[in-house]
């Protein structure tokens, strides 16, 4: 009885499949805004590498950052994320009780790979906003 009662209490606390498959898809979007904020940001600072100044050395690093950032967030990552969201959705589409921990192991991998990546974007962002704050680019 203890361990039917674990379980309905762990299913009640943890997201349901739909719930994911909504975060994957909302990852999905994320991932897009990313890659087209930083290509944005990729091309104003690859419009300032110059000569071989120290100033110039800070753009190219810069530049190398953000390249590095936006290779992190390549197809390959869109390709998994959006394999995931299938079968999520062939899951939901089986309308049938599907054993949890699978598609949660797979979740919960892809959730921590993105939360590094996002905590990438921002610091690599706040380093731009700096050097530009630093700079006066514009």
Not at 5 to 29: A, C, D, G, Y
Request: charged share 35%; net charge positive.
């Amino acid at each position: 009885m203890h361990y039917a009662m674990e379980k309905t209490t762990k299913q009640i606390l943890e997201p349901s499949l739909e719930t994911l498959h909504r975060e994957t898809r909302r990852w999905i979007e994320d991932v897009h805004f990313y890659i087209d904020e930083l290509t944005f940001l990729n091309d104003l600072v690859k419009g300032k590498i110059g000569s071989s100044t120290f100033e110039s050395h800070e753009h190219k690093n810069l530049y190398r950052n953000v390249e590095d950032m936006l290779e992190k967030l390549s197809k390959k990552l869109l390709l998994r994320l959006k394999a995931h969201d299938v079968y999520l959705s062939n899951l939901l589409d089986l309308k049938k009780n599907v054993e949890d921990e699978e598609y949660r192991a797979r979740h919960k991998k892809i959730a921590m790979k993105l939360i590094q990546i996002e905590k990438g974007v921002r610091d690599l962002k706040k380093s731009i906003f700096a050097y530009v704050k630093k700079n006066n680019v514009g």
